[in-house]
């Protein structure tokens, strides 16, 4: 029978008849043949078969040797499934079993017997050549993961040949060959990094059988305790662990474990009793709280959790080793109670319970959509852990029954009584969060902005006022303002915890409530004591002053009043000043010291003695006294000073001529226009602090990196000139030192040179890395490389490029030297360093090299004898006098033709000979005849003795032409002919800008701050983790080719976007195409299409380029290893040489102690089993980069059916696998207790399944778009060394910080401005955060974690759904609440890709700024906010949320000026206050105007960027990239991110709606259509736009009669920008926004997109409604508070109805409130007729067409009937219809908003499909306007050739043809 898929060749399906479970198994393969079609049967089992995989896959691996056997296996495999699934009804095994059968039944046709006729004797025959081949002897000769994979087959087949073979046929042979391959294979199973049970001795705890989770943590124990006892370890006497090594990680392990017991006053279980042996128990502990964690799931976000489990299980576990008795209920201890009946009871009973309740709460929280404080997350359950209580919980049971939810429904639908409570915080989403969070800041800016305008309120406006007695009085008035505060906060700590009352205990609620108590006592107090003091007091007043007249007696009330209040702020500051005895008074168990910590701050087991050390607060302290004096200052007499005078005068004047209906004409001092003048002074005192952070970082980043040495090598002129030190600083930095060497060391010549071969091994290793990754060619390569030996020449060999034109330069001046005294000549020479080492080394390697080409002894002589005179007359300074200068040049040209033709390849050895001996005479006899004066003599001498050993042949013939075939004598050979060949123009190498950054940047680094470099064996062993989702892993050959819609494959782009960087040939295509094309390494046509796949994959953000780059980490490691090993030996040879070495399998072991790379692709099952095509390349893809990079480790989720009790059930579990012969392997599987990523965020979830696989003490956390380099790698074991240092005494660094190269800079302007701001951000912003601020979180990118610290406190992530979006920045907060100290490293760097398309960027933006609105809300902010000293409060707050609100505030600033001045225009009190005659003649209303552009200081937010460029690239060139950045409107771009930073966070904090944003990491700069823009940017950008225009618009026709239009500009030029940017950045920085042809079939996408009714299923791109909808969506789960607030902001849009009804002529100037109403009626009517019109479309328009014809016919005459009457009667005017439509635009579009903001109710009452049709309206409006200004300018050709110089300017400038690009032309 044939089979129509499964076989090794693709073929079509049969034609006959086929079942529809057939039909489904052949789609379910046929689809993947031409990826792995050997493969598919065992990869694509269904989980619940997953037995039956090995077997199917060993059928695949025999198949070619033994086809008949491989048959009998899957037969076998199809035999064992039947039986596992009789009925088929696992999802996918009908199917599988159908495709089984028709391969059977081919192959049973097909598979001929080879070695016996029948079945049972060819597979025992089959086994036991397969024994005799493979086993028998391959334990002494193959690698333990080989021969596991032998004893793998062998098992299989054992186990098919027991089912072929009946049991009474199987020969005793057969079964003892069975037994050694059993007992084998328990010794050599598949291992993760060591062979642990390998063949040898073996320890007791290598004997114990495990699998799962005990084996993982087993070699994870190993491997901790291997790495941290070799360390400085004496290895001749190594024989047992020391006991300190174990005390050292009990202590890192169990630190948390013991402070969390001290918290709850309880003894741990960890004690050692007297007796017992100390270092097994402490194994026991480590081993339990290991095994504990690795298979706790999600709970491992729990660390307090943790804590309890182990502290329940070490208690049990104390009980059966020293006694039976039960320390707390006296029970009996009975093994049968204790010891576990299965492996997954612990799994079942304590991890299952808990998972459970998460799983619960994740349901509740609708995906993180509904409100926080009815859901619990990871925090909550986790805090109920630092209660008390827990310990009396019933072991294990208590778990479910204390966290038992009671529903599993929605949150809305539970009842608050029956559902558990928040425990210790509330994330309420109100904006009330960021005061409460960070009160104290508010606090003090209020009183002080109270402060200074009551000085500059007095006479002369002098802070010396503050000197007066009435003045200073006044002033003390603010401690008033702050009781008021501190009641305000109190009040809201009450309100915003409410939730959570239920959870606290007596002691915090009473807290809270005497905390309002005495607040509000003071509150009434202050004023009271303050009245008291000044004349006409109330009675009440008098009375109270009666009371204390003997106080007043001795001084004023009020100040005994405030003296008193102001004691705990007095005792706060002192102590401020003593840090270390405040954090042992937070971190105290006394009861005193707790109960007067009580007050101050509520006891929480994290936040606690998070002071730092006294010089490091004095560092920041200064920091912010500086910046807030600067900032005061400014604000005073900048900001309110000038304020002060007009508003005087303004309060003095009265109006009573108002030109609306006002409905307060009798409010006193014009309070309306004061507020309006101060409001937006009042928000720029708010934000400006911003501002002065960004100038003081910047300075003070700037000075600390210039402190640093950054930039001291920039270029590679600056290189040339401090090479010389380079080797010695690489080996001062990078080598380890050794007591023998490290006094004197580098004085002598011997270790100079050692230095220097250490120093060209890795130089060189750069160097091929760089030509690998095509950066060099390979010319750039020979000059850049170094010979790996020194010893063959007196001086050191430099790199060729430092020796470029040395020589030629070196022969001119020898040629033109006119004078006779060679001391002057020598004295030139010596002068340059670099020409003497090349003229040394040319003499010296020529000497060699003719030397050992000539065989005749008498050749030689003359030789040695020409040499021996050379060196003679220069020592006796009678050079010029032996040697004719004037003939060099001769000789010269005769060396270039001889080195030229030594390196050539040649057919006829004779001919090649032949010319060799031409040349090398001609070179002889120009020396001896034509330079040397007595060189004569020498012949005549040698002839003589030719003559008498009567030799007839000619001198130099016999030549050793096999050396030119030696590959070190040929390197010789290479680097001379450079020397005497490449100009001086060749110092310029590298051309590519990218190596010469690399260089530059890795030199630069040997003379920074570098901790010393410890030796392999003594560093600190670390991991990488990359988590992957199912982005691109390597672009497929369909995809390089595929054209887009303008035609441009992305092959071709990657060809012009990686062009020459200068005007040569070269460039990076040009250097691979070289490489591949190399016919030393004979590419194949399908090798070259996998390279073009890397080439194109290695320059995208792609999966593969970040393997790449983390497997150079082990490079580096195999290279340190190879070096220390081989020490003086590496002198002499070459790295390459390691590989032919003994120690190869020692180097590589010791880098994987010391290394592990694991990639978490949580998909991978589903990608493998996927009937999409790419993701079945993916898992290709994923498994070959498994193979290419052995140590290289993938982790993912199995979801596996499985039957129990003859029921299916979905099991889920963590596996680890490795790569094998073309198959993955197994290593570890661990059981979950659910789904892990369905509770909280993907990435956290998604790094914590696959930490457990992690190993060592460090953990580098990378993402999917990063790389890395080699010359950096090799620096990671001195970044290590940073864990080991306590910087003033104080704790040990938890994070290290490193910065990042953005290596998608090139692409476009965009990607240009993106890469500098996050340089910026990644290396002076960061820099400022860790020293001196002391704030420096983990923000995503690629920091190293103390590994230990992290896991024990609940990894290096957090992961609850929504609050924790941003959950990278909390693990650097989790870290800093826990006691943990986080550093900034500049010395190493990683690269990163950053987003390069504008709709990518702003999408990222969005997700950044809705992670920020949820951390604002979060209770570590809050507990950061409160437990940080003020100074670093600051610090925090302005470097977090705060950047945001001042972002939120900067754009509120704009919105309260321009309302604030419509209300002045329309209202008439702006005229009347600028014609009043003193207020015009002073100019005081004008200077007020114009404060508002203090907020134009934004722009000094570039400083950052400006300083650092400045400081690696130089000042000039900061100043040109800054010019540059202007002219492509980089303030257009960042203006326009502005607008998206504060949308989605404002939105995010008022009603939620964050979620994770895919932003895509493709070459996105190609055309965006309209509508996608529209999608993105209408509700952040467009629609506050067109708000802001109108504004504009009012203001300027409404006032311009009585102001000076130079005034309207002066003042609103800078939010006329702001609109441009908002309304038109996305079309500006859109490729071909302005082409004419793309405009119209924008157009065209657009109205369909529109017209399109959505529906269920419909996705947003096709739809308006659906988009809409979805637009929506954050309404939907909004609560009452924000929607109230939506309505609030939503009626600022009916003044303008209001103000502008007053202004039309046909209003007669009438103020009666008459006139709005009407205005009304009018909008009514409107809405109404327009109503009535498409109500009869929809009804009349197609049944009955005449009669809506007419209806429209009637509207239109009565419409025209009106008009008229209008016009002629009422006196309207065609200016009334335009101000109408302004009128009545907005006060629709706030029915609009309301309406959506009401939608339930709107829809319950029918009235939803008006409001949907008027939305519609809007968006047609809307997108009219816009389209009508991009329609404009694309009319215009200019426009668009001007916007694509615009965007791609730098790609020009490095010759990129963009043009080609966007036309999709191709010649």
Same mark, same amino acid.
């Given at each position: 029978m044939a089979s129509s898929s499964g076989t090794k060749k693709t073929r079509a399906p049969t034609p006959r008849r086929q079942s529809k479970a057939m039909s489904q198994a052949q789609k379910m393969f046929v689809d993947v043949q031409d990826e792995d079609s050997s493969a598919i049967d065992s990869e694509l089992v269904p989980s619940s078969l997953a037995a039956i995989a090995p077997v199917l896959r060993v059928a695949n691996q025999i198949e070619k040797d033994n086809p008949r056997v491989a048959y009998l296996c899957r037969f076998h495999a199809f035999e064992k499934a039947h039986r596992m699934d009789p009925p088929s009804s696992g999802r996918g095994v009908r199917q599988f079993k159908t495709y089984l059968v028709h391969k059977l039944e081919k192959e049973e046709e097909e598979a001929q017997h080879q070695l016996a006729r029948t079945d049972p004797k060819e597979i025992i025959l089959y086994y036991w050549n397969f024994y005799n081949k493979n086993i028998k002897e391959g334990q002494y000769t193959k690698e333990p993961e080989e021969m596991a994979n032998i004893l793998q087959i062998a098992s299989v087949l054992y186990d098919v040949l027991k089912t072929v073979v009946p049991p009474q046929r199987i020969d005793d042979q057969t079964h003892s060959y069975a037994q050694d391959v059993q007992s084998k294979r328990e010794q050599c199973e598949n291992y993760n990094i060591l062979p642990l049970k390998a063949i040898g001795a073996k320890a007791a705890i290598m004997e114990l059988p495990e699998k799962g989770n005990v084996a993982n943590?087993?070699?994870?124990?190993?491997? %901790? $305790?291997?790495?941290?006892?070799?360390?400085?370890?004496?290895?001749?006497?190594?024989?047992?662990?020391r006991s300190s090594t174990v005390q050292k990680l009990m202590d890192k392990i169990f630190k948390n474990y013991w402070s969390w017991c001290k918290y709850l006053c309880c003894e741990q279980n960890t004690r050692i009793p007297q007796g017992s042996h100390k270092q097994q128990l402490q194994l026991i502990y480590?081993?339990?709280?290991?095994?504990?964690?690795?298979?706790?799931?999600?709970?491992?976000?729990?660390?307090?959790?943790?804590?309890?489990?182990?502290?329940?299980?070490?208690?049990?576990?104390?009980?059966?080793?020293?006694?039976?008795?039960?320390?707390?209920?006296?029970?009996?201890?009975?093994?049968?109670?204790t010891a576990a009946p299965d492996e997954e009871k612990f799994l079942r009973t304590v991890i299952t319970p808990i998972y459970q309740v998460l799983h619960k709460e994740a349901k509740r929280n609708n995906g993180g959509k509904a409100s926080h404080s009815r859901w619990r997350n990871y925090d909550d359950l986790n805090e109920y852990f630092w209660s008390s209580k827990c310990l009396s919980l019933k072991w294990p049971t208590g778990l479910k029954e204390e966290f038992s939810v009671h529903s599993d429904v929605m949150p809305n639908k539970v009842p608050a009584s029956k559902s558990m409570p928040k425990t210790n915080?509330?994330?309420?989403?109100?904006?009330?969060?960021?005061?409460?969070?960070?009160?104290?800041?508010?606090?003090?800016?209020?009183?002080?902005?109270?402060?200074?305008?009551?000085?500059?309120?007095t006479p002369d406006g002098s802070p010396a006022a503050l000197f007066d007695e009435d003045v200073f009085r006044s002033v003390l008035t603010i401690f008033i303002t702050q009781a008021f505060l501190n009641l305000l906060q109190a009040a809201l700590d009450i309100a915003l915890s409410f939730n959570a009352w239920r959870s606290l205990k007596f002691t915090q609620i009473l807290r809270y409530l005497l905390k309002f108590a005495v607040a509000a006592v003071w509150a009434a107090i202050l004023p009271i004591c303050y009245a008291s003091s000044v004349q006409n007091s109330t009675r009440l007043v008098k009375f109270f002053s009666n009371l204390t007249e003997s106080w007043q007696s001795q001084g004023s009330l009020y100040n005994y009043a405030v003296a008193i209040y102001l004691m705990p702020n007095i005792l706060a500051a002192l102590l401020f000043f003593l840090p270390q005895f405040e954090r042992i008074m937070e971190r105290s168990s006394s009861h005193i010291v707790t109960l007067f910590m009580w007050w101050a701050q509520p006891k929480l087991y994290v936040g606690r003695g998070l002071h730092e050390g006294m010089s490091q607060l004095l560092k920041y302290t200064l920091f912010w006294i500086l910046l807030l004096i600067c900032k005061l200052a400014f604000s005073y007499y900048v900001e309110i000073l000038p304020l002060i005078g007009p508003s005087k005068s303004i309060m003095k004047l009265h109006v009573d001529n108002y030109e609306w209906h006002e409905f307060f004409p009798n409010v006193t001092h014009n309070i309306g226009v004061v507020i309006a003048i101060w409001a937006p002074i009042v928000l720029v005192y708010i934000m400006d602090t911003q501002i002065w952070y960004s100038i003081f970082s910047t300075l003070f980043g700037g000075i600390h990196g210039a402190l640093s040495h950054l930039g001291e090598i920039r270029i590679i002129g600056m290189l040339r000139s401090r090479f010389q030190s380079v080797p010695t600083a690489f080996c001062r930095r990078l080598v380890p030192s050794s007591d023998a060497d490290t006094k004197g060391r580098y004085m002598d010549k011997a270790m100079e040179r050692?230095?220097?071969?250490?120093?060209?091994?890795?130089?060189?290793?750069?160097?091929?890395?760089?030509?690998?990754?095509?950066?060099?060619?390979?010319?750039?390569?020979?000059?850049?490389?170094? !010979?790996?030996?020194?010893?063959?020449?007196?001086?050191?060999?430099?790199?060729?490029? $430092?020796?470029? #034109?040395?020589?030629?330069?070196?022969?001119?001046?020898?040629?033109?030297?006119?004078?006779?005294?060679?001391?002057? %000549?020598?004295?030139?020479?010596?002068?340059?360093d670099y020409m003497r080492s090349a003229v040394v080394e040319c003499y010296e390697t020529l000497r060699e090299i003719i030397y050992g080409l000539l065989e005749d002894e008498t050749d030689r002589n003359i030789v040695r004898k020409i040499c021996y005179d050379v060196d003679i007359f220069i020592q006796q300074h009678k050079f010029l006098n032996e040697f004719r200068m004037n003939r060099i040049p001769s000789l010269g040209e005769k060396l270039e033709k001889f080195l030229k033709l030594l390196l050539s390849e040649y057919d006829a050895v004779d001919v090649y000979k032949s010319q060799i001996i031409n040349v090398l005479q001609d070179i002889m006899e120009i020396i001896l005849q034509d330079i040397m004066v007595n060189g004569f003599k020498i012949l005549e001498r040698y002839r003589v003795q030719i003559q008498s050993n009567y030799k007839k042949e000619q001198r130099f013939e016999r030549l050793n032409i096999a050396l030119t075939q030696n590959k070190s004598w040929r390197e010789k050979v290479v680097r001379l002919h450079l020397l005497f060949t490449v100009k001086e123009s060749a110092i310029n190498v590298p051309t590519n800008l990218d190596a010469r950054r690399r260089i530059t940047f890795f030199t630069n680094s040997l003379f920074m701050n570098i901790p010393s470099a410890p030796k392999v064996r003594d560093m600190i062993s670390f991991s990488v983790l990359t988590p992957y989702y199912r982005e691109d892993v390597l672009y497929s050959v369909d995809e390089l080719y595929k054209e887009n819609e303008d035609g441009i494959s992305t092959l071709f782009y990657l060809q012009k976007i990686y062009p020459a960087r200068f005007v040569c040939k070269l460039d990076e295509w040009m250097n691979f195409q070289k490489r591949i094309n190399d016919p030393k390494l004979n590419y194949s046509d399908d090798d070259k299409k996998e390279a073009t796949r890397h080439w194109v994959s290695y320059r995208g953000q792609t999966?593969?380029?970040?393997?790449?780059?983390?497997?150079?980490?082990?490079?580096?490691?195999?290279?340190?290893?190879?070096?220390?090993?081989?020490?003086?030996?590496?002198?002499?040879?070459?790295? &390459?040489?390691?590989?032919?070495?003994?120690?190869?399998?020692?180097?590589?072991? $010791?880098?994987?102690?010391?290394?592990?790379?694991?990639?978490?692709?949580q998909l991978l099952g589903a990608l493998k089993?996927?009937?999409?095509?790419?993701?079945?390349?993916?898992?290709?893809?994923?498994?070959?980069?498994?193979?290419?990079?052995?140590?290289?480790?993938?982790?993912?989720?199995?979801?596996?059916?499985?039957?129990?009790?003859?029921?299916?059930?979905?099991?889920?579990?963590?596996?680890?696998?490795?790569?094998?012969?073309?198959?993955?392997?197994?290593?570890?599987?661990?059981?979950?207790?659910?789904?892990?990523?369905?509770?909280?965020?993907g990435k956290p979830e998604n790094q914590n399944h696959a930490i457990i696989f992690t190993r060592g003490e460090a953990l580098q956390t990378i993402d999917m778009n990063q790389d890395n380099y080699f010359e950096e790698a090799f620096k990671m074991r001195n970044v290590l060394e940073e864990f080991l240092k306590s910087p003033s005494g104080q704790r040990e660094p938890t994070i290290l910080g490193l910065r990042e190269h953005i290596f998608t800079g090139s692409v476009s302007s965009l990607a240009s401005f993106m890469s500098n701001q996050e340089t910026s951000f990644v290396t002076i912003s960061q820099r400022i955060l860790a020293n001196p601020l002391r704030v420096r979180f983990h923000y995503g990118h690629s920091d190293i974690f103390d590994r230990i610290f992290h896991i024990t406190r609940g990894g290096i992530s957090k992961a609850s759904k929504t609050i924790n979006l941003s959950e990278d920045v909390f693990a650097g907060m989790n870290s800093t609440l826990r006691g943990g100290y986080i550093t900034h490293h500049e010395y190493i760097q990683v690269g990163k890709g950053r987003d390069v398309g504008m709709n990518q960027i702003s999408l990222f933006e969005a997700k950044v700024a809705n992670g920020n609105g949820e951390q604002t809300l979060s209770r570590d902010v809050y507990r950061l906010g409160h437990r940080l000293d003020f100074?670093?409060?600051?610090?925090?707050?302005?470097?977090?949320?705060?950047?945001?609100?001042?972002?939120?505030?900067?754009?509120?600033?704009?919105?309260?000026?321009?309302?604030?001045?419509?209300?002045?225009?329309?209202?008439?009190?702006?005229?009347?206050?600028?014609?009043?005659?003193?207020?015009?003649?002073?100019?005081?209303?004008?200077?007020?105007?114009?404060?508002?552009?203090?907020? &134009?200081?934004?722009?000094?937010?570039?400083?950052?960027?400006?300083?650092?460029?400045?400081?690696?690239?130089?000042?000039?060139?900061?100043?040109?990239?800054?010019?540059?950045?202007?002219?492509?409107?980089a303030s257009v771009f960042f203006t326009f991110q502005l607008g998206t930073k504060v949308h989605y966070f404002g939105r995010t904090i008022l009603h939620g709606g964050s979620k994770y944003r895919a932003t895509g990491r493709g070459f996105v700069v190609f055309h965006a259509k309209f509508s996608e823009n529209y999608r993105l940017y209408s509700r952040s950008h467009f629609v506050k736009g067109l708000e802001l225009v109108i504004l504009l618009v009012l203001y300027q026709i409404y006032g311009h009669s009585y102001r000076s239009s130079n005034i309207y500009l002066f003042i609103t030029s800078s939010l006329w920008f702001l609109v441009g940017s908002w309304l038109f950045g996305p079309f500006v920085f859109n490729p071909s926004?302005?082409?004419?042809?793309?405009?119209?079939?924008?157009?065209?996408?657009?109205?369909?997109?529109?017209?399109?009714?959505?529906?269920?299923?419909?996705?947003?791109?096709?739809?308006?409604?659906?988009?809409?909808?979805?637009?929506?969506?954050?309404?939907?789960?909004?609560?009452?508070?924000?929607?109230?607030?939506?309505?609030?902001?939503?009626?600022?849009?009916?003044?303008?109805?209001? #103000?502008?009804?007053?202004?039309?002529?046909?209003?007669?100037?009438?103020?009666?409130?008459?006139?709005?109403?009407?205005?009304?009626?009018?909008?009514?009517?409107?809405?109404?007729?327009?109503?009535?019109?498409?109500?009869?479309?929809?009804?009349?328009?197609?049944?009955?067409?005449?009669?809506?014809?007419?209806?429209?016919?009637?509207?239109?005459?009565?419409?025209?009937?009106?008009?008229?009457?209008?016009?002629?009667?009422?006196?309207?005017?065609?200016?009334?219809?335009?101000?109408?439509? %302004?009128?009545?635009?907005?006060? #629709?579009?706030?029915?609009?908003?309301?309406?959506?903001?009401?939608?339930?109710?709107?829809?319950?009452?029918?009235?939803?499909? !008006?409001?949907?049709?008027?939305?519609?309206?809007?968006?047609?409006?809307?997108?009219?306007?816009?389209?009508?200004?991009?329609?404009?300018?694309?009319?215009?050709?200019?426009?668009?050739?001007?916007?694509?110089?615009?965007?791609?300017?730098?790609?020009?400038?490095?010759?990129?043809?963009?043009?080609?690009?966007?036309?999709?032309?191709?010649?």
């Open positions: 943590q087993r070699e994870h124990l190993i491997l %901790l $305790l291997a790495n941290m006892d070799v360390r400085k370890r004496d290895l001749v006497v190594y024989t047992q662990l480590i081993g339990l709280f290991l095994l504990i964690w690795g298979e706790a799931s999600n709970i491992r976000f729990m660390p307090e959790c943790i804590c309890y489990i182990f502290h329940k299980m070490a208690e049990d576990v104390n009980g059966l080793l020293f006694g039976n008795v039960h320390p707390v209920t006296g029970d009996t201890y009975h093994r049968s109670q915080f509330v994330e309420a989403r109100t904006f009330w969060h960021l005061y409460r969070s960070f009160d104290r800041m508010w606090i003090f800016f209020i009183m002080a902005f109270q402060a200074m305008v009551i000085v500059a309120w050692r230095n220097f071969a250490s120093f060209a091994h890795v130089w060189n290793e750069f160097i091929e890395s760089m030509r690998a990754e095509d950066l060099i060619s390979n010319e750039d390569r020979d000059l850049l490389l170094v !010979p790996y030996s020194s010893n063959d020449v007196s001086v050191i060999q430099w790199p060729p490029f $430092l020796l470029a #034109g040395k020589i030629p330069i070196a022969l001119d001046m020898a040629k033109d030297f006119k004078e006779k005294e060679d001391t002057d %000549l020598f004295k030139k020479i010596k002068k340059d999966l593969s380029r970040t393997v790449r780059g983390m497997m150079y980490y082990k490079h580096a490691l195999e290279l340190q290893c190879f070096l220390e090993s081989a020490g003086d030996y590496a002198s002499f040879g070459g790295y &390459q040489t390691m590989e032919s070495s003994q120690g190869n399998e020692r180097v590589q072991a $010791l880098g994987d102690m010391k290394f592990t790379y694991v990639v978490s692709c089993t996927s009937k999409d095509p790419r993701d079945r390349r993916r898992y290709n893809d994923i498994l070959n980069l498994m193979i290419m990079y052995p140590s290289l480790r993938v982790a993912y989720i199995d979801e596996r059916e499985e039957f129990v009790n003859g029921r299916s059930h979905i099991f889920y579990y963590s596996v680890l696998l490795k790569g094998g012969n073309s198959y993955n392997t197994e290593i570890y599987r661990i059981k979950l207790p659910g789904p892990p990523t369905d509770i909280g965020e100074f670093r409060m600051l610090s925090f707050y302005f470097t977090t949320v705060g950047f945001y609100l001042s972002s939120m505030v900067t754009v509120l600033t704009v919105y309260m000026f321009l309302y604030g001045r419509f209300y002045l225009v329309m209202s008439g009190l702006e005229r009347e206050t600028l014609e009043n005659l003193s207020i015009h003649q002073s100019k005081a209303l004008e200077q007020a105007l114009v404060t508002q552009s203090v907020f &134009q200081l934004g722009l000094l937010m570039v400083l950052p960027m400006v300083m650092e460029i400045g400081l690696e690239k130089g000042f000039r060139s900061a100043l040109g990239d800054f010019i540059i950045m202007q002219l492509q409107l926004g302005f082409d004419w042809q793309k405009t119209v079939d924008d157009w065209t996408d657009w109205k369909r997109w529109m017209g399109d009714r959505g529906g269920i299923g419909m996705h947003p791109d096709r739809s308006w409604e659906s988009w809409v909808d979805g637009e929506q969506e954050h309404l939907k789960f909004s609560n009452i508070r924000g929607r109230i607030l939506e309505i609030i902001l939503v009626l600022r849009f009916f003044i303008y109805q209001y #103000g502008i009804v007053y202004h039309l002529d046909i209003a007669h100037r009438s103020k009666n409130i008459l006139v709005y109403g009407l205005s009304w009626l009018v909008l009514v009517t409107t809405l109404l007729v327009l109503k009535m019109v498409s109500m009869g479309r929809r009804r009349f328009g197609t049944d009955f067409e005449l009669m809506f014809r007419i209806l429209k016919a009637l509207l239109f005459l009565g419409f025209m009937s009106v008009m008229t009457d209008l016009f002629v009667i009422c006196g309207l005017t065609i200016s009334d219809l335009f101000a109408t439509v %302004l009128a009545f635009l907005p006060t #629709g579009w706030a029915l609009l908003l309301i309406g959506q903001v009401c939608r339930p109710l709107f829809e319950a009452i029918g009235f939803w499909d !008006p409001i949907k049709e008027l939305a519609k309206a809007y968006e047609y409006i809307i997108g009219f306007l816009l389209f009508a200004a991009i329609a404009i300018l694309s009319w215009f050709p200019f426009v668009s050739e001007f916007q694509t110089r615009l965007l791609f300017n730098q790609a020009f400038s490095r010759g990129l043809q963009i043009s080609m690009i966007l036309s999709g032309r191709k010649d």
